[in-house]
């Protein structure tokens, strides 16, 4: 039985995308199992990825504990505990820093209800055609420049549109044993200028 090939007639139906596969598993210098729990970027396997991508003005918007190994990083969390440069909802974030500032946005905000009443006292950005997420998504589109990237972590692979101005420049999947997969979009600004008006929930 022959396999699908990059030229399989079943992909006209749809966009084609690099996309690759990465496997959590393995255990840490001291001993411990390699999981990809709620501190994302603690698993190896999604940080190098997601550090590989890192370039120029950084801002990561809902930084968490976990530093990315980088010279210049925006920190932002909502927790006024964690140490960060700003402590804006990311939902609000272009209302306080410049648009396009940044060269590279990592947009990785609590996966679920239970994330998200684990680290921020059950605050999330919502879900849903008029939840939060999409005005989160539109915030942080305004604060990327063109030629940018968008870095997104989460249970889908939706990310920014062209409706944002940007094209979709890879996808990664994180395979854990016995759990679904997440997900790593990368959405790559276009050369344009992007209007207050533009935005990824139809309107």
Known sequence: MSGTSPQHPALRHGTTVPTAYHTIGGRHSDGTPIS???????????????????DGDVLNACAGRTRLSHPSVHRNDLDERRHA????????????????????????PPFDADQA????????????????IWT??????????????????????????????????AVHLFQRPQKPDVFLTVDYRGQTTLGREVGVDGE
Not at 36 to 54: H, I, K
Not at 117 to 132: I, N
Not at 142 to 167: A, I
């Open 117 to 132: 009443a684990e680290h921020y006292d059950g605050r999330t950005v919502g879900r849903g055609p008029s939840g939060g």
């Open 136 to 169: 989160a998504r539109k915030a942080l589109a305004r604060l990327t420049r063109p030629g940018g990237r968008v870095l997104s972590v989460g249970w889908n692979s939706v990310g920014l549109s062209h409706r944002d101005g940007f094209e979709r420049e």
């Open 85 to 108: 440069d700003t402590h804006h909802d990311v939902r609000d974030l272009d209302d306080y820093l410049p648009p396009e500032s940044f060269d590279v946005v990592v947009f990785d």
């Open 36 to 54: 990809l729990g709620p501190w994302t970027f603690e698993t190896p396997q999604v940080r190098d990825v997601v550090e590989a991508y890192l």
